[in-house]
């Protein structure tokens, strides 16, 4: 009887299935005879559900890990919330949206009052608040692309300081150009070249996701290269995280600068002793002052003159200005061959030549005002990175450097004040 019941079960549910696909494909017959059909109704996925099922988890796992990093200084929990956040995130959510990728929707609808819903706010929000009070809990592993990097390290080779502070502006200028690019509705390249959604979804852009493999590879060797020298949100995190109100220690006892927490950090965010022991002058001291002074505006005016440069170049990322432009070249050459956007620009009435330029002077007048924005904000991130190099500071012990401090936990164990 049992048996019976669940074979009708599931040839109803199977017939259903194909009755609402079949019915999708197929248009009803049109009867003469005034017959009206039934509604059909079919049960659709609640997604409000699982956005803000998406919220309670973020939240559960952060908590999660700043009560293992902070309260207790242990690992495991960081490793349990990777593997959950690849699963859930990363696959059975497809990686988006993420709060990476909400950063380019907050940016958008504080400038071009788009609406936005309230758990994308929460998305984005939310793991700055976490760093704020407890550090970048949100990389450690709650994030599924830092977490499936953390996964596959088992290696780690450490970079120079010159090396990694160079590279540790490229995040800030892929902010600035996701934000250009975000305000002026010109796309949101922080999703459209994610390395690792082709992962998570089983397919895509060949490119991407051989370029995501590499950074997996990479990542056996050293840790996290997505996070610390691409990554724009980690950026931003990582100005909070500096201010955290707890942040994490090494060890509650004295440090004894035995070196291996700097050997097992994965991503150099541990510093070692450094004694100045060429004491400078108050003259001496007061000069270098004033030259970062002077220097801090001048690389703030050739970043805004470097961008505003490239401004027009950049605004033909926006479809109407690549559209425009490809419009005035057919012009010029009718004998070429048109590509599909320009058979269906000239088979519409709607718009004019003339209402296409109208509008790629619009958007060529915000690229030329954001550009100016943010090449002076990339100048004066450039500028005090070149500041934070040249500066050394007194220190007997070592300690973490809480901006680049990913919260994973792995210099607890190699700690052996930890151990006794």
Excluded at 237 to 263: A, G, M, P
């Amino acid at each position: 009887m049992k048996k019976n019941i669940i074979f009708t079960t599931i040839l109803s549910f199977i017939s259903t299935v194909f009755f609402a696909q079949s019915h999708s494909r197929f248009p009803q017959p049109d009867f003469q005879s005034g017959y009206v059909f039934p509604e059909q109704y079919f049960r659709t996925p609640n997604e409000a559900f699982w956005s803000y099922f998406d919220i309670f988890l973020l939240v559960a796992l952060m908590s999660f890990v700043a009560w293992a990093v902070i309260k207790k200084q242990v690992r495991w929990p960081v490793i349990v919330t990777s593997i959950i956040s690849i699963a859930y995130f990363g696959f059975f959510r497809y990686g988006c949206i993420c709060s990476v990728g909400s950063l380019q929707n907050v940016v958008l609808s504080l400038v071009g009052g788009i609406h936005i819903p309230l758990f994308v706010v929460l998305l984005f929000i939310l793991p700055i608040v976490f760093a704020l009070f407890f550090g970048r809990v949100f990389c450690a592993g709650v994030c599924p692309l830092g977490a499936l990097q953390e996964i596959v390290n088992i290696k780690n080779y450490q970079l120079s300081k010159a090396v990694t502070g160079v590279l540790s502006v490229f995040p800030w200028i892929y902010l600035g150009f996701a934000v250009l690019f975000a305000i002026t509705h010109s796309g949101f390249i922080i999703c459209r070249y994610d390395p690792f959604v082709g992962i998570f979804r089983l397919g895509g852009a060949t490119p991407l996701i051989a370029f995501g493999v590499v950074l997996l590879i990479i990542s056996i060797f050293t840790g996290r290269p997505f996070c610390r020298f691409i990554c724009p949100y980690g950026a931003i995190l990582s100005v909070f995280s500096r201010f955290s109100f707890y942040q994490v220690k090494i060890t509650k006892k004295e440090c004894i600068n035995c070196d291996l927490c700097y050997n097992a950090c994965p991503v150099d965010a541990i510093r070692p002793p450094y004694e100045n022991k060429v004491k400078e002058s108050r003259s001496e001291g007061v000069k270098r002052i004033l030259r970062y002074v002077v220097f801090l505006p001048l690389m703030i005016a050739a970043g805004a003159i470097t961008m505003l440069m490239l401004s027009d170049r950049l605004s033909r990322m926006n479809e109407d200005v690549r559209l425009y432009h490809a419009v005035v070249e057919h012009q010029a050459n009718p004998q070429m061959r048109q590509s599909l956007k320009l058979e269906a620009f000239f088979g519409q009435e709607v718009k004019t030549v003339d209402d296409l330029f109208a509008v790629s002077e619009i958007i060529k007048a915000d690229f030329r005002r954001f550009s100016r924005i943010i090449g002076g904000f990339l100048g004066l991130v450039i500028g005090l990175t070149l500041i934070g190099l040249s500066t050394k500071r007194t220190r007997k012990t070592y300690d973490i450097d809480d901006a680049n401090c990913i919260c994973c936990g792995r210099c607890f164990s190699y700690c052996p004040q930890n151990l006794s």
